[in-house]
């Protein structure tokens, strides 16, 4: 690789900071938020390396062709939490939308589910301002839960999952979004009762 991997890594810790910081404002303004958890990485070089390889992208492509160098996940309680993070990103003046993948929709073959949003982000280098793609991957506990499981599997098969175990997995996915949809339709209800029971902590914490 001809590119350095420091400017992906910088993008990663600032989109962090500013997702948690999303995070942070709507506990503080509303007692609660659309954002679980935010995570994020750098793709290892070998699996860049990999993942060129497999899609028949030239090395001196790989900054423009593989949109996932650097990745950001958010995890959201509520499958409309994720449209009203998207909303939010889409308002944001710091970075653009290069593309939207809805996944939820429109599930992968595998019974994959989940919204990414790629970014074109500036960031700034030794050298002068850099445009960089990142991938922000937005799903449900439920959906980040299917997906842990898939990914671990599809690793320890090298991606010949057997017939037997990808039926099941196709069949979890679905138990999953089942219990995503259940889930939305008491969400009025489990978000009054975690406004008390965080009420409750903070009077705690105070005595
Ligand atoms: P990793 O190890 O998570 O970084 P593709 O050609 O499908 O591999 P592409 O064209 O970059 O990927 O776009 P896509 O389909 O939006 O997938 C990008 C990322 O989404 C993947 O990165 C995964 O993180 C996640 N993803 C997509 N499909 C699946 C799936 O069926 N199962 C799971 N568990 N995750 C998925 P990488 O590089 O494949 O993997």
């Not at 659309?34 to 699996?47: A, M, Q, W």
């Not at 919204?115 to 960089?132: A, C, D, N, Q």
């Not at 979890?172 to 949809?181: K, N, R, S, V, W």
């Not at 889930?183 to 975690?194: D, G, P, R, T, W």
Request: one cysteine or more; proline letters at 3%.
């Amino acid at each position: 690789m001809d590119w350095d991997i420091f400017p992906y890594a910088q993008v990663v810790e600032e989109l962090k900071v500013k997702l948690k910081g999303m995070r942070q404002q709507f506990e503080y303004e509303r007692d609660q938020s659309p954002i679980e958890f935010v995570t994020g990485r750098v793709k290892p070089k070998k699996s860049i390396i990999e993942k060129a390889r497999r899609k028949g992208v030239n090395p001196e492509e790989i900054e423009d062709e593989l949109q996932d160098i650097a990745g950001l996940r958010v995890v959201c309680q509520f499958v409309d939490d994720i449209y009203a993070v998207v909303n939010m990103l889409k308002n944001r003046h710091d970075f653009e939308i290069f593309e939207e993948k809805d996944y939820i929709t429109e599930k992968k073959d595998s019974g994959y589910r989940s919204f990414h949003v790629i970014i074109r982000y500036p960031v700034e280098t030794i050298h002068g301002e850099k445009l960089v793609l990142a991938e922000i991957q937005i799903r449900t506990l439920a959906m980040n839960f299917w997906a842990t499981n898939e990914h671990s599997l599809n690793y320890k098969y090298s991606g010949q999952i057997p017939s037997e175990i990808k039926s099941r997995l196709k069949r979890a996915g679905e138990a999953a979004f089942q219990l995503d949809e259940e889930m939305s339709m008491i969400k009025n209800e489990i978000l009054e009762a975690q406004k008390i029971f965080n009420r409750k902590e903070e009077q705690n914490k105070q005595i």
